[in-house]
C-alpha cells in the first residue's frame, strides 16, 4: 500500500463512482446478460505481471457492469430496493480505511463505543424503551442480515430454556411465526436445531391483510402444549415481504407471554418507517417483547449488510454464543466492564467497523431528514397507487402500508383464476425485458400480485410516472395478444 498511488488510483475512482451514479439510469435496469457470460470475456488464469489499473478499471466498465442489476437505478422497484447515501459511503471508506476488526474493546475501542452510540441513537429515534437501550439496561448491536439476528436470538432463547428442561429435550421445542414470515425463519429454526416439524408457520387470512391474528396463535400454542411440546419463540413481522403485512405486537406478545415465550420482532423493512411519528404506533407493545430488529440497509440510506438488533437482555445471547480463548484475553474483557461484541454475533473475530456509516448518515441528515426520506418515498408509492387505480384493467390487491404497492391486471369476466395468472406474469416479463423498469412479484393467500416499492435513492416523481407508462404500454401488448 503506497499512500501515493493510493492517493491517485482512489481520486480517478471515486470519478467511476460519480460517474456510474450519474448515468446509471441509462443502463438497463435487470441485466440483460445470460448465464456463463463472464468467464466468456474473462482469461483463465490470473495475469502473471501487474496490470495497470486504468486497464483494471476499463474492464469493470465493459465486462462487470453488463453483469449488473443496477439496484441504484431510479428505476428499481423490485423486492425491497436497497438504500444509499453518500453520508454512508464515506462511512464506509472510513470504515475500509482503517480496517479495524473490533471484535473486543481493545481490539478497537471507538468501533465498540461508537456502534453502543449509534445504536442508542437509534433506538431514541424508533422510541424504544430503555430497556432496549445501553443508557438502560439492554443493548444494540449491529449484524450483517436478519438471519443472524434472528439465529442469535434464537439460540440465546433456545439455551435458556434448554437449560431448565435438559438438552435432551431439544426436540420438544416450537417456534412460531406465520405463512407470511420470512424465509429465512425456517433456515434460522433449522441451524438452531429446532426440528422442520416443529417450526409453526400459521396461516394468515387476505381478510385480516396477512396479519399473524392473536387467536390464531394461541390455539395453535395450546395444541402444541396438550402435545406435551414446549413453545420457545415466536416471530412477529412489521412489514411483511410480500405484502408489508403488520403482525400486532402488543396482542400477540400478550398470547406468547403466558407461555414464557420469547419474542422477537422482525421490522427488517417496516421498521425503519416507525422513525416517523405516524408510523411509530406498528411498535406499539414493543415493551413486551424480547427483541427487535430492522435493516437501515432496506430503507435507511445505510448500503448493505447493514441489520440493528437491540435486545432486553444481551447477557442470554452473551451465555449462548461466548468464546473465551486466551489469545484474546485482555483485562478489560476479563474484567466485564465493557461490551465484547464477538460474544453477540455469529462470526468468530471477523467484525467491521459499521457503526461509521451509520454516524455519518445520522449526522449529516439529521432525524427530521431521514424522516422527510421515508415520507417522500410514501408520497410516491401513492402517487404510484393513484395511477393504477385509475385503470379500470389493474386492482389494487392489498391495501398499502408503506411504500410497496400490490397491484395486478383484474380478473375479468368468464376468465379464471389461472388465465389471470398467466396474464400477470406475462406482463411482469414483458416490463422487466424493456430494461426500463424493474419490478417483481409474489403469492400471497393464493393471488398471484405485482410488488411495486419505491425506494432507490436516485428514484423521482418522473420515474415512477415512467413505470406506470411502460406496466400500461406493455398491458396493452398482452391484452390485445390474449
Ligand atoms: N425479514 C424481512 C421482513 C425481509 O423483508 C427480509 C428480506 O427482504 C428478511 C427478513 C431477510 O433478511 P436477511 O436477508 O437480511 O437475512
Given amino acids: 500500500l503506497n499512500p501515493q498511488d493510493f492517493r491517485g488510483q482512489a481520486h480517478k475512482a471515486v470519478d467511476f463512482i460519480a460517474d456510474y451514479y450519474k448515468n446509471v439510469e441509462t443502463y438497463p435496469v435487470l441485466s440483460q446478460v445470460q448465464p456463463g457470460f463472464l468467464k466468456n470475456r474473462l482469461p483463465k488464469t490470473p495475469p502473471n505481471t501487474p496490470e495497470s489499473f486504468d486497464t483494471i478499471l476499463q474492464d469493470v466498465q465493459t465486462d462487470i457492469i453488463p453483469g449488473i442489476t443496477h439496484w441504484l437505478s431510479p428505476n428499481f422497484f423490485a423486492y425491497f430496493p436497497a438504500s444509499v447515501s453518500s453520508a454512508a459511503f464515506i462511512g464506509e471508506m472510513l470504515c475500509t480505511c482503517f480496517n479495524a476488526v473490533g471484535f473486543n474493546w481493545l481490539a478497537s475501542p471507538a468501533a465498540t463505543e461508537l456502534e453502543m452510540v449509534v445504536m442508542d441513537w437509534l433506538a431514541v429515534m424508533l422510541q424504544l424503551p430503555k430497556t432496549f437501550m445501553f443508557s438502560g439496561s439492554g443493548g444494540g448491536v449491529l449484524q450483517s442480515s436478519t438471519s443472524e439476528s434472528t439465529l442469535c436470538t434464537l439460540v440465546a432463547a433456545r439455551d435458556r430454556v434448554l437449560d431448565e428442561i435438559g438438552i435432551e429435550n431439544i426436540g420438544r421445542l416450537v417456534v412460531y411465526g406465520s405463512d407470511q414470515t420470512h424465509a429465512m425463519y425456517k433456515k434460522v429454526g433449522k441451524i438452531a436445531g429446532i426440528p422442520p416439524h416443529n417450526i409453526r408457520c400459521i ?69 425503519n418507517a416507525c422513525i416517523c411519528p405516524e408510523y411509530r404506533p406498528f411498535l406499539d407493545g414493543i415493551e413486551k417483547v424480547d427483541s427487535l430488529s430492522l435493516s437501515p440497509h432496506k430503507w435507511l440510506l445505510s448500503y448493505g449488510e447493514c441489520c440493528c438488533l437491540w435486545m432486553k437482555n444481551p447477557n442470554l445471547v452473551v451465555s449462548a454464543l461466548r468464546t473465551d480463548p486466551e489469545y484474546l484475553k485482555n483485562k478489560h474483557s476479563e474484567s466485564d466492564s465493557v461490551v465484547s461484541y464477538k460474544d453477540w454475533q455469529v462470526a468468530g473475530t471477523a467484525r467491521r ?9 445520522l449526522r449529516s441528515y439529521g432525524v427530521e431528514n431521514l424522516q422527510n426520506h421515508i415520507r417522500s418515498d410514501v408520497r410516491m408509492a401513492i402517487m404510484f397507487e393513484r395511477l393504477v387505480k385509475s385503470d379500470v384493467r389493474f386492482e389494487i390487491v392489498v391495501p398499502r402500508r408503506f411504500a410497496l404497492v400490490c397491484f395486478r391486471l383484474k380478473q375479468f369476466n368468464g376468465f379464471d383464476t389461472s388465465y389471470t395468472e398467466l396474464l400477470n406474469k406475462k406482463l411482469l416479463e414483458r416490463v422487466n425485458s424493456t430494461g426500463r423498469v424493474y419490478l417483481t412479484h409474489t403469492v400471497a393467500g393464493g393471488v398471484y400480485m405485482l410488488r411495486f416499492v419505491v425506494g432507490a435513492t436516485l428514484t423521482e416523481e418522473h420515474h415512477v410516472i415512467n413505470a406506470w407508462e411502460v406496466i400500461k404500454e406493455m398491458a396493452n401488448t398482452i391484452v390485445n395478444e390474449f
Fill in 353 to 361: 467497523f459499521k457503526s461509521l456509516r451509520l454516524w455519518f448518515l
Fill in 203 to 271: 396461516p394468515t387470512r387476505m381478510e385480516d391483510e396477512f396479519a399473524l391474528s392473536p387467536y390464531s396463535l394461541r390455539k395453535v400454542i395450546e395444541a402444541d402444549v396438550e402435545q406435551g411440546l414446549v413453545p420457545l419463540f415466536l416471530c412477529v413481522t412489521v412489514g411483511t415481504t410480500s405484502t408489508t403485512a403488520i403482525d400486532p405486537i402488543k396482542d400477540l406478545a400478550d398470547v406468547a407471554k403466558k407461555y414464557n415465550i420469547w419474542v422477537h420482532v422482525d421490522g427488517a423493512y417496516g421498521g
